[in-house]
Every structure is written in structure tokens, then in C-alpha cells.
């Protein structure tokens, strides 16, 4: 007659998993050879560097693009396009659906017909853009033009063919006007003068810009009667 064994005997010894007891696989870890350690480690004396030599300094490595002393690959092709980060003067950028949302938020106030057109301090008072951003100017661009429903009379720095023909035709206006370093400050820091400085014309290279009506510049002669018209109505 077989006896049937107790719980005790037959059981097998449970581990619990806790964190005093994670550990990786055995030999999943192989330990990092020394260097330098004496003959015996396989890396002693020269540490794999061999005898002297620019390998064997320390921080003597040598360039990917070194080809032995001939002429490099990069330097044979010719040179192609060019860089002006020096001379760029890169524009905020603002849509005008940006403009429709922040009047539709009563954060941008449309002028009136007897009062100014809104220019870039106005712009930062509503929070579209920051102060500090604003380093050459503010371009105004045709996004979300479809959105546009206010007439708005704006001067900015630039306008794109599709922004200006939104504000139109929402029945606004826009002219192009230029901006060097001391007039944008003046503009948007007119209490550190206690004379406003003159605007300065722009460069030979912006006149023709500033001179064509396409771009509705401020030194059109379209933009300048429209300027006198409206003076002679107030």
C-alpha cells in the first residue's frame, strides 16, 4: 500500500520577485576590460595604442575627412549657393486670420475712419507678437484669407499679394512701410526720446519695393495722393 505524500515533501521552494532581488541573466553582463592594468590583461603598457606615433596621444585623432594629405572630395566639387545671415533681416510673420481672430476676441480694435491705422505696437499691445521678437519688422501674410471679414487699415513692414488683396477685399487697406533700427524703436519705444527722430528713407535696394503700388510702399505715388486726399477731407 503506497502512502500519499505530504504537502511539505512534495512541495518546491517559491521565490518572490522584489526589488532586493532583480538582477540581470547570468553572463548577460560581461565586465568591461581595463586598460593599463600590467601585461597580464592583454591591454598593459601601450593600452592597444601601439609604440608613439599621432594615434597614440592622447586627443590625436584624426579628422574623418582627412584623406592622407591629398586634396579632399568636398574640396574638389564647386561651391554652390550662398549665405546672408549677416545682412538677413527676417519679418515676423502674422496671417491675416490671426488678425480676424483677435479682433473677433476684442484684444485688436478696429480704427475708425478718423483714427490711425493700426501699426506694429498694436500688434504687441494684443499679444500677437512679442516685443522682443520684433528685431527688422512685421510681414503680414495670406493665411486663412478666406476667414477675413473686418476692414482693417494696417502699415506694416511688408505684405504679401494675397494678404493685401484679403484686406481690400474685405474693404480694409494696407501700405508697406520701411523701418530701419532707429525708427522701430521709436516706434515702439517713443518714451526714450523726447524728440521722435525722422524716418529714414530706405536703402537703394528697398526703393523700388517701397516706390511700386503692387506692394502698396508707403513712396508710391498712388499711396502718396491717397495720403494728401484724405487730408484735405479732415
Excluded at 521678437?133 to 477675413?148: I, Q, T, Y
Excluded at 524703436?185 to 519695393?209: C, G, H, N, S
Excluded at 494728401?228 to 479732415?234: E, F, G, I
Aim: proline content about 9%.
Amino acid at each position: 500500500m503506497s502512502t500519499v505524500p505530504s504537502p511539505q515533501e512534495e512541495g518546491e521552494i517559491v521565490t518572490f520577485l522584489t526589488l532586493n532581488s532583480i538582477r540581470d541573466n547570468p553572463g548577460s553582463v560581461k565586465k568591461k576590460r581595463r586598460i593599463g592594468r600590467g601585461v597580464g590583461s592583454s591591454k598593459g603598457k601601450t593600452c592597444g595604442r601601439g609604440h608613439k606615433g599621432q594615434k597614440a596621444r592622447a586627443g590625436g585623432s584624426i579628422s574623418p575627412m582627412f584623406e592622407g594629405g591629398q586634396t579632399p572630395l568636398y574640396k574638389t566639387i564647386p561651391k554652390r549657393g550662398f549665405r546672408n545671415t549677416v545682412h538677413a533681416q527676417p519679418m515676423v510673420p502674422i496671417n491675416v486670420e490671426t488678425l480676424e481672430n483677435y479682433v473677433a476676441m476684442g484684444r485688436l480694435i478696429p480704427p475708425g475712419p478718423s483714427d490711425p491705422p493700426l501699426t506694429i505696437p498694436d500688434f504687441i499691445n494684443a499679444g500677437i507678437v512679442k516685443k522682443s521678437a520684433v528685431k527688422h519688422g512685421v510681414k503680414l501674410l495670406g493665411g486663412g484669407a478666406d476667414k477675413l471679414k473686418t476692414p482693417l487699415r494696417l502699415e506694416v513692414s511688408r505684405a504679401s499679394k494675397s494678404a493685401i488683396d484679403a484686406i481690400e477685399r474685405a474693404g480694409g487697406e494696407v501700405v508697406t512701410v520701411h523701418y530701419n533700427k532707429l525708427a522701430l524703436k521709436a516706434l515702439m519705444k517713443p518714451d526714450r526720446f523726447d524728440i521722435i527722430p525722422r524716418r529714414a528713407l530706405p536703402p537703394p535696394k528697398l526703393m523700388p519695393y517701397y516706390t511700386n503700388y503692387d506692394n502698396r510702399g508707403y513712396l508710391s505715388p498712388e499711396v502718396q495722393m491717397k495720403k494728401v486726399l484724405a487730408q484735405q477731407k479732415n
